[in-house]
């Protein structure tokens, strides 16, 4: 699948260039000796044959938590299954507060996470002898959308998104948004309170100790928010940036100025941070023990390898090599602990 056909062509092909040069060379006679010395010896096939068999895996990895960070691990499992066919790696989306949940008792080798782990989080995993490492994996811009319908939001400021969402505001249409804005009810969708990427829009937009408003629908479902926008143009929703480009044919990204002019998310302002405050870093963790096991660990190092080219695939941003570097000392370490 994607690139990884040609290498295995081009892997087919050379072993297929090995068998014929050892078929050659089976026969060859030493000069002067009068005897015949086997060369086309067992051993380097037998050898051969342990390194393939050495390189075969088999086992289950348990994979869940965010959303957000659903599709690039989605895409890293589909990779790895066309290297190692025996491993399966489902990726499960129970958000990041439910990938923890399941993460701090010992029921899963990896919780993807759009937010660092709260330090209750952290506590129970303490509590329950789970060690692991943090494994940055990519950028992403939250997205603020509206319908294609909207014909009337061209930019929102930050301080109009935390009068809009909090609770008790008295913002209940479009007009009490903005002046000229129709009297039209907004219709606010919203990622679920388990959700990371709903954490880190309470305290960026709201503030820590306010909440958000109580009648806007909330759902783990990003595909839930997606349609629930595009079907009226008086709604509007924030996930991340994947699941906008996407959808981009049915919904406007809308520009946020946070005091120094609109900026929309791309791959240059999500990764320089002008698109602030909505970008931030998207997470892995791993199960210290689980990376003691062969396929964990040989699956963890695929996708530190390729987990940049795969984000930008589908819609995030690749992060620096340095930091990949770091998380292959992480995972080495982890391995060795």
């Known amino acids: 699948m994607r690139f990884f056909k040609r290498s295995a062509l081009t892997l087919g092909m050379a072993s297929m260039m090995m068998i014929a040069t050892a078929c050659g060379a089976g026969g060859n006679e030493t000069s002067g000796s009068g005897s015949t010395t086997d060369n086309s010896s067992s051993e380097p096939a037998q050898e051969e044959q342990q390194d393939q068999d050495d390189a075969t895996l088999s086992g ?4 869940d938590g965010s959303s957000t960070v659903f599709p690039i691990l989605e895409a890293v499992s589909e990779e790895y299954t066309q290297v190692q066919p025996g491993v399966r790696a489902p990726v499960g989306v129970s958000g990041t507060g439910g990938g923890f949940k399941r993460f701090v008792v010992g029921e899963t080798d990896m919780s993807n996470a759009s937010r660092h782990i709260k330090e209750e989080e952290a506590e129970l995993a303490k509590e329950n002898s789970i060690e692991y490492i943090e494994l940055e994996l990519a950028y992403d811009g939250l997205s603020v959308v509206v319908s294609q319908e909207n014909d009337f939001v061209d930019y929102l400021t930050v301080e109009e998104l935390s009068k809009m969402w909090t609770d008790g505001t008295e913002v209940e249409t479009w007009a009490d948004v903005r002046e000229g804005w129709p009297e039209e009810k907004i219709e ?3 990622p679920g309170t388990d959700s990371g ?5 309470k305290e960026v937009i709201l503030g820590k100790d306010a909440d958000l408003r109580r009648d806007a629908t909330l759902s783990e479902d990003d595909n839930v928010l997606v ?3 595009v079907a009226s143009p008086y709604a509007i929703a924030y996930f991340g940036y994947a ?6 044919d049915k919904l406007n990204i809308v520009p946020i100025d946070n005091g120094d002019g609109a900026i929309i998310p791309t791959i240059e302002t999500i990764n320089d941070g002008t698109y602030a405050p909505l970008s931030r870093p998207i997470f892995t963790y791993v199960n210290v023990e689980s990376v003691k096991r062969t396929e964990v660990y040989d699956y963890l190092k695929f996708l530190n390898e390729h987990v940049g080219d795969l984000a930008l695939e589908v819609g995030y941003i690749n992060l620096p090599q340095e930091r990949y570097d770091a998380n292959l000392e992480k995972i080495e370490a982890a391995a060795k602990n």
């Open 60 to 63: 289950e990895i348990a994979i």
């Open 188 to 190: 606010f969708y919203s």
């Open 197 to 201: 990427t709903f954490d880190y829009w």
């Open 227 to 229: 349609n629930g926008t």
């Open 243 to 248: 699941y906008y480009e996407e959808n981009q």
